[in-house]
């Protein structure tokens, strides 16, 4: 069966260590895989996508690494800070296919 | 620029009624798409609209659902009529294309009673 995972529900790290988080696919042939932030009662904020033949994109603290062999992303914020903390989201978007499969997120708590 | 803008915020309503929802996307976005989220669940796809054309209504649960996008500006999703089961906080998002990343509005939650 199709199956999109996030490593964990939560993931609590100390304040300026790298966040590091897991999203894992399954019978998925994504065009391009997007990562999402997601704050308590707000909408996703789009942040990095990342297409099936790029093996990395960056984007100030961010940074998103794309293995299709092994079907996964990684998604890292490096000097982490309290403001870091919301809920991530990984987003697979098919070829010839216009929905958006989400994986059910990683809730980050960023400490100081 | 303005964000995508949904409302309500919040919709109570008794089953059997009906609710409107409607989504202004950022003004040049052809691209609109509507998702859901039910209690404990993922986002889920509803339907993708370019201008005023359905592109892909794949993920539209059943026939009480009917979303509109009249003159491929803003877009309204009718629930008619609601069930318990249609719960869960409604999101617009737009891009200006398909393979971009998408600008969310901040959803509807509908609680059906």
């Known amino acids: 069966s199709q199956k999109i995972e996030q490593n964990s529900e939560a993931l609590n790290i100390q304040e300026g260590k790298t966040a590091t988080l897991t999203c894992n696919y399954t019978?998925?042939?994504?065009?391009?895989l997007q990562w999402y932030r997601q704050d308590p009662g707000r909408g996703p904020v789009f942040l990095l996508l990342i297409r099936e033949n790029e093996k990395e994109k960056r984007k100030e603290r961010l940074k998103v690494t794309f293995d299709t062999t092994l079907k996964q992303s990684l998604f890292h914020i490096t000097a982490s800070q309290p403001a870091d903390s919301a809920t991530y989201l990984c987003a697979l978007r098919l070829y010839n296919n216009n929905d958006m499969r989400f994986g059910a997120g990683t809730r980050l708590t960023v400490k100081p | 620029e303005a964000g995508v803008t949904q409302f309500p915020s919040h919709s109570v309503i008794e089953k059997g009624q009906t609710v409107t929802l409607r989504c202004d996307p950022i003004s040049g976005h052809d691209n609109l798409y509507w998702y859901r989220r039910v209690m404990g669940k993922e986002i889920k796809f509803l339907l993708h609209?370019?201008?005023?054309?359905?592109?892909?209504e794949s993920g539209m649960p059943n026939n009480r659902f009917l979303a509109e996008r009249t003159g491929g500006t803003y877009s309204t999703l009718k629930v008619q009529p609601a069930e318990l089961e249609d719960s869960g906080v409604y999101f617009c998002?737009?891009?200006?294309?398909?393979?971009?990343?998408?600008?969310f509005g901040s959803g509807t939650r509908l609680t059906v009673v």
């Open positions: 609209f370019v201008k005023e054309s359905k592109q892909d």
């Open positions: 998002a737009s891009s200006q294309g398909a393979g971009t990343g998408q600008t």
């Open positions: 019978n998925y042939s994504p065009a391009y």
